[in-house]
């Protein structure tokens, strides 16, 4: 009997839910899949419990947004700039559609630190 190596399944983008230093061991279809869809995203600092709302509109889309964070520990975010670096969670709040334009998914990222108040209570200062 031979066994047959199979990655396990991408959970989906609602379901996916990473620390950043746990990115680089990912599956390859998961990170495939990673870099071919934009949205909104969310850091959650392990350590003081804030959270950051983001948005993923670059050219490899999540993948690459997040790898920003993984090489800088900020990705050139004011309020993590002030701060020591976190291993934070990274998670998908939503994925805009393929249609989605750069605006379309700006204005999602607006409800989205509306609807989790991250300006307020959170790490957005934007």
């Known amino acids: 009997m031979r066994r047959e190596f199979s990655e396990p399944d991408f959970p989906g983008f609602l379901n996916f839910i990473e620390p950043l230093s746990g990115l680089d061991k990912l599956p390859r279809s998961w990170i495939v899949a990673l870099q071919s869809s934009r949205g909104i995203y969310l850091l959650t600092c392990p350590s003081t419990k804030e959270q950051y709302v983001g948005s ?66 959170g790490l957005n200062r934007n």
């Open 56 to 121: 993923a509109t670059g050219g490899e889309s999540f993948w690459g947004r997040w790898q920003d964070y993984v090489k800088t520990g900020h990705g050139g975010n004011v309020a993590l700039k002030s701060r020591n670096p976190s291993d934070y969670q990274v998670s998908i709040l939503e994925v805009a559609g393929t249609a989605s334009m750069m605006d379309d998914i700006l204005k999602m990222e607006r409800q989205w630190k509306l609807k989790l108040q991250s300006q307020e209570m």
